[in-house]
């Protein structure tokens, strides 16, 4: 599939750019958001009932450059874009891998590229400093884990390079295999970089995030097809927050910089 391009010239966004647009959206004065809000530190529902993480403060100064509010709606991660095509929300952002397969069905608005990071325990006792030096050790994973797949893809590449294989054992919960790393039965974790750092973050300083994130590919706000306005809206928003630092300021604040991207794009996955 050919990518979707959409231009927009970035001016000074004002709040009055959002009532001066036809943007098709469910509520004039909102942008209808849908999310899985329990994924921390990507959206959750703190104790006051506020939506927060990294995707819900995105979203949050978005909306504020085109003087507009958020509206949230929270539902099951595989009800999103079924939801989004159907017109029930104007947005999709729960942490969301852009892929040409899910771009037969909606459009997305690229706000970040996210790769994988590598927990260890602290102080880094068996030295890894990347997924090449993983070999021979235990890697706990998730399973069903994107994450899973690199841990047994990279111990093929060890076996056949003539290094000692990866032991990788797999569980239901991301906590339990955090268990085994705390408990010394596992070496090395792998998560989505986000979540790699938050459970650092954590840790009370138990854990360490070591080397740079791997295999990076772009988070996106979901929308449906043909929404050249909504795109080019939240486009112009998106690059108004990086040009004012804003965007800077909420990874800094989850210690996520390295997702970062300097520009907004559509549908990269494609290109």
Known sequence: ??????????????????????????REDAITVAATASFPPIVSVDSSGAYVGIDAEIIEAI???????VEWVNIKFDGIIPGIS????????????????RQQVVDFVNYADVGSGIIVARGNPKGVKGID??????VASQTGDLATTYAKRQSEKCVAEGRPAVTVNEFPEATQSMLQLRGGRADVIIHDYPLSAYKVQQSDGV????GEQFSAAPYGMAIAKNREALAQALMRGLDA????????????KYDVSQIAIGKATV???AR
């Open 1 to 26: 599939m050919a990518a979707v391009v959409f231009t927009v010239s970035l001016g000074a966004v004002t709040t009055a750019y959002a009532q001066d647009q036809d943007l098709g959206l469910i």
């Open 63 to 69: 909306a504020k450059e085109l003087g507009l509010r």
């Open 86 to 101: 159907a017109g029930r929300f104007d947005v999709g952002m729960t942490g969301i891998t852009d892929t040409v397969e």
């Open 133 to 138: 030096d993983i070999c021979g050790l235990i």
């Open 207 to 210: 854990l360490d995030l070591v």
């Open 241 to 252: 927050i990086i040009a004012s630092g804003e965007y800077g300021r909420i990874l800094e």
């Open 267 to 269: 549908n990269a996955a």
